[in-house]
């Protein structure tokens, strides 16, 4: 490139600063958008992808042809069906889980929480498998009956309340609560531990607003002897996982098998639509600011129309005026771009920082190489086109006109 056509554009931009920052001013929240968007939405793309692949051994057995984990709770298994599944090839732990939809009290504060009865001694098994591990005291020992595992949110107060705030308490071992069942009974249950912060599979998202009590508790409260409401089934190895869904199908014709791999692709299906969906709307604002940019430049030919046309009758030829232009717009979106880049990632950061005092664990925004590729790359294409029309006028000013324009 050369030099001095460097500087001539440097000089030109900087004597009309107040404007070219204002045309920056619009490529910059348009990068910047761009940026904070996509790093948010990349951070939780990798944090679901962690969360579930890391229990894509699992398979959970719904009752009933076309269920799905959002209908758990209205239809039932018979408890005799687990021990052909425990049976099956490559099939290391069972866990059978009846659940329930009612209200905790404890101090006086009465709230809705899901209720999942397990069998102590299988679920133990599952959970070390797949997690979430225990944040306090142990496991509901074999053989009791009114002891109870509690969720990370509902062990340590992370509910909010009516007012607003959160309860901020913090039930520990050995503490009692009480849960109601049918017709609106109380049963009072001793804590035994909790889990630590879930999100570790499909129900992944019931586990830190549970409480895990004895199934045959659970089955006496709602009067319900030897049903289920779902199966989870842990696979020794991901490769047998669609031959043991196969073998559940043929064991139990009709019902619903859902295996955690599929959740996997259905979450990056939902995530590729909504990247594009945030890059189209960033895309919006980047229009718009190409469209500052044109009229900047545009105004300032109209306005340089004598110094353009001395440039060309001091034997300047078209190549050099079109390049000055074009030079001119492209400094302008690749510094906003660059500004609006790093002001990007300080948005993401402050946004989810904000988020993280009402909802704990959210991910930290992901920068990666597609990211500076977006934003870069959207610059410098906004920049080179809309500085093309601009330069083409300039470079095709007639000099002896041009040099009689009185400004």
């Given at each position: 490139?050369?030099?001095?056509?460097?500087?001539?554009?440097?000089?030109?931009?900087?004597?009309?600063?107040?404007?070219?920052?204002?045309?920056?001013?619009?490529?910059?929240?348009?990068?910047?958008?761009?940026?904070?968007?996509?790093?948010?939405?990349?951070?939780?793309?990798?944090?679901?992808?962690?969360?579930?692949?890391?229990?894509?051994?699992?398979?959970?057995?719904?009752?009933?042809?076309?269920?799905?984990?959002?209908?758990?709770?209205?239809?039932?298994?018979?408890?005799?069906?687990?021990?052909?599944?425990?049976?099956?090839?490559?099939?290391?732990?069972?866990?059978?889980?009846?659940?329930?939809?009612?209200?905790?009290?404890?101090?006086?504060?009465?709230?809705?929480?899901?209720?999942?009865?397990?069998?102590?001694?299988?679920?133990?098994?599952?959970?070390?498998?797949?997690?979430?591990?225990?944040?306090?005291?142990?496991?509901?020992?074999?053989?009791?009956?009114?002891?109870?595992?509690?969720?990370?949110?509902?062990?340590?107060?992370?509910?909010?309340?009516?007012?607003?705030?959160?309860?901020?308490?913090?039930?520990?071992?050995?503490?009692?609560?009480?849960?109601?069942?049918?017709?609106?009974?109380p049963w009072e249950f001793k804590v035994s531990g909790s889990f630590q912060e879930s999100g570790q599979s499909v129900i992944g998202g019931f586990i830190d607003t549970s409480v895990f009590v004895p199934l045959q508790a659970l089955q006496a409260m709602y009067n319900e002897p030897g049903r289920i409401s779902f199966i989870e089934l842990w696979v020794d190895d991901v490769s047998f996982v669609e031959q043991v869904k196969h073998d559940v199908q043929k064991r139990l014709p009709s019902s619903t098998v859902i295996t955690e791999s599929q959740g996997v692709k259905t979450v990056f299906r939902i995530e590729k639509m909504l990247n594009n969906l945030l890059i189209g709307i960033g895309s919006i604002a980047l229009f718009v600011g190409a469209l500052g940019v044109i009229n900047t430049l545009l105004t300032s030919v109209?306005?340089?129309?004598?110094?353009?046309?001395?440039?060309?009758?001091?034997?300047?030829?078209?190549?050099?005026?079109?390049?000055?232009?074009?030079?001119?717009?492209?400094?302008?979106?690749?510094?906003?771009?660059?500004?609006?880049?790093?002001?990007?990632?300080?948005?993401?950061?402050?946004?989810?920082?904000?988020?993280?005092?009402?909802?704990?664990?959210?991910?930290?925004?992901?920068?990666?190489?597609?990211?500076?590729?977006?934003?870069?790359?959207?610059?410098?294409?906004?920049?080179?086109?809309?500085?093309?029309?601009?330069?083409?006028?300039?470079?095709?000013?007639?000099?002896?006109?041009?040099?009689?324009?009185?400004?």
């Amino acid at each position: 490139m050369d030099r001095e056509l460097l500087k001539i554009a440097l000089r030109n931009l900087h004597r009309r600063r107040v404007r070219t920052f204002f045309t920056m001013l619009g490529i910059i929240i348009a990068i910047a958008s761009i940026t904070a968007l996509v790093a948010i939405a990349e951070g939780f793309q990798i944090s679901i992808s962690k969360t579930l692949q890391s229990t894509s051994n699992v398979i959970i057995v719904l009752p009933g042809m076309g269920a799905s984990i959002w209908t758990i709770g209205t239809s039932t298994f018979n408890q005799s069906v687990v021990s052909d599944l425990g049976k099956l090839g490559h099939v290391e732990a069972v866990n059978p889980v009846l659940v329930k939809f009612t209200v905790m009290e404890y101090r006086g504060w009465q709230i809705p929480v899901t209720v999942m009865g397990v069998i102590p001694r299988d679920a133990q098994r599952f959970y070390a498998l797949t997690g979430p591990p225990l944040q306090r005291g142990q496991f509901i020992p074999q053989g009791s009956i009114f002891k109870a595992i509690l969720g990370y949110s509902l062990a340590n107060g992370r509910i909010q309340k009516e007012g607003g705030g959160y309860l901020n308490w913090a039930i520990l071992p050995g503490q009692t609560i009480k849960l109601y069942g049918e017709n609106g009974r109380p049963w009072e249950f001793k804590v035994s531990g909790s889990f630590q912060e879930s999100g570790q599979s499909v129900i992944g998202g019931f586990i830190d607003t549970s409480v895990f009590v004895p199934l045959q508790a659970l089955q006496a409260m709602y009067n319900e002897p030897g049903r289920i409401s779902f199966i989870e089934l842990w696979v020794d190895d991901v490769s047998f996982v669609e031959q043991v869904k196969h073998d559940v199908q043929k064991r139990l014709p009709s019902s619903t098998v859902i295996t955690e791999s599929q959740g996997v692709k259905t979450v990056f299906r939902i995530e590729k639509m909504l990247n594009n969906l945030l890059i189209g709307i960033g895309s919006i604002a980047l229009f718009v600011g190409a469209l500052g940019v044109i009229n900047t430049l545009l105004t300032s030919v109209m306005e340089r129309t004598r110094e353009i046309g001395t440039y060309r009758a001091l034997g300047a030829k078209k190549r050099f005026v079109l390049e000055m232009i074009l030079l001119e717009g492209m400094m302008m979106t690749l510094i906003g771009g660059v500004i609006g880049f790093g002001f990007g990632i300080l948005m993401a950061e402050i946004v989810v920082g904000l988020l993280r005092a009402k909802t704990p664990g959210l991910p930290s925004p992901v920068v990666d190489l597609r990211v500076v590729v977006v934003a870069f790359g959207m610059t410098l294409v906004i920049g080179l086109l809309a500085s093309i029309y601009p330069a083409k006028k300039a470079a095709e000013l007639n000099p002896a006109e041009a040099i009689r324009y009185i400004e």
